[in-house]
């Protein structure tokens, strides 16, 4: 019994991120469904409740839309183009430039497949488009996820590879907040956006580490 025990852990352990991945996959398809039945989901006003009831304020909303921006379209691809130019290996930063690529047509695709209109209600700023799931916090999530897993493979410091890594978190769950703050999405796109991306970004660093980073 102790020897199966064993066995199942070392196979949990061994397929973890593919675990991980099913798991984001599932929760992402349960939200997608109730989109598609056009269904307000009670997350969505209890979200939205718990942001404007203790967040909004006239000294946050200023605040709120900065962050908002590094989530940005304009913002990323300046990202991109530097760390292109600064980092040595070409090959990285090429696959750095191709996940925003990629994550945005990727956006762009579930959005247009669900068309799912943003609220009207609370809105701060103006945006266009469709809602679900959250271009700004999946697109986030890959961009800065993968900076992140980078920075976990090459930064050999521990104390600035956390430090890094905790502030590109924390910018990743500050910009899906702000979005939501900002009125212009509802708590499950934003929660789509980071499940279907993390998703993604399994299958996309896997594919790095094993076609550029342990070619090197």
Same mark, same amino acid.
């Given at each position: 019994?102790?020897?199966?025990?064993?066995?199942?852990?070392?196979?949990? $352990?061994?397929?973890?991120?593919?675990?991980?991945? $099913?798991?984001?996959?599932?929760?992402?398809? #349960?939200?997608?469904?109730?989109?598609?039945?056009?269904?307000?989901?009670?997350?969505?006003?209890?979200?939205?409740?718990?942001?404007?009831?203790?967040?909004?304020?006239?000294?946050?909303? !200023?605040?709120?839309?900065?962050?908002?921006?590094?989530?940005?379209?304009?913002?990323?691809?300046?990202?991109?183009?530097?760390?292109?130019?600064?980092?040595?290996?070409?090959?990285?930063?090429? #696959?750095?430039?191709?996940?925003?690529?990629?994550?945005?047509?990727?956006?762009?695709?579930?959005?247009?497949?669900?068309?799912?209109?943003?609220?009207?209600?609370?809105?701060?700023?103006?945006?266009?488009? @469709? #809602?679900? !799931? #959250?271009?700004?916090?999946?697109?986030?999530?890959? $961009?800065?996820? $993968?900076? &992140?897993?980078?920075?976990?493979? @090459?930064?050999?410091?521990?104390?600035?590879?956390?430090?890094?890594?905790?502030?590109? =978190?924390?910018?990743?769950? =500050?910009?899906?907040?702000?979005?939501?703050?900002?009125?212009?999405?509802?708590? =499950?796109?934003?929660?789509?956006?980071?499940?279907?991306?993390?998703?993604?970004? &399994?299958?996309?660093?896997?594919?790095?580490?094993?076609?550029?980073?342990?070619?090197?």
């Amino acid at each position: 019994m102790e020897l199966n025990k064993a066995k199942i852990k070392n196979i949990i $352990f061994k397929n973890f991120k593919w675990i991980i991945l $099913f798991v984001c996959v599932i929760g992402f398809l #349960s939200l997608a469904e109730d989109v598609f039945n056009k269904e307000i989901m009670k997350a969505d006003i209890i979200g939205y409740k718990l942001i404007s009831t203790y967040l909004i304020t006239d000294f946050i909303t !200023p605040i709120a839309k900065i962050v908002t921006n590094f989530g940005g379209a304009i913002f990323l691809i300046m990202i991109a183009i530097i760390l292109l130019v600064v980092i040595k290996n070409k090959k990285i930063g090429i #696959s750095i430039c191709a996940n925003l690529v990629i994550v945005t047509g990727l956006n762009l695709l579930l959005k247009n497949i669900l068309q799912r209109p943003r609220p009207t209600e609370y809105r701060l700023i103006n945006e266009s488009g @469709y #809602s679900f !799931p #959250s271009g700004h916090s999946m697109i986030s999530m890959a $961009f800065y996820g $993968f900076v &992140i897993y980078l920075i976990y493979k @090459y930064v050999k410091n521990k104390y600035i590879k956390w430090i890094i890594i905790t502030i590109l =978190s924390i910018i990743i769950v =500050s910009i899906g907040v702000s979005r939501i703050y900002l009125g212009v999405h509802y708590t =499950s796109d934003v929660l789509a956006g980071f499940l279907i991306s993390i998703s993604y970004l &399994i299958l996309y660093t896997s594919i790095v580490n094993k076609f550029i980073i342990e070619r090197e």
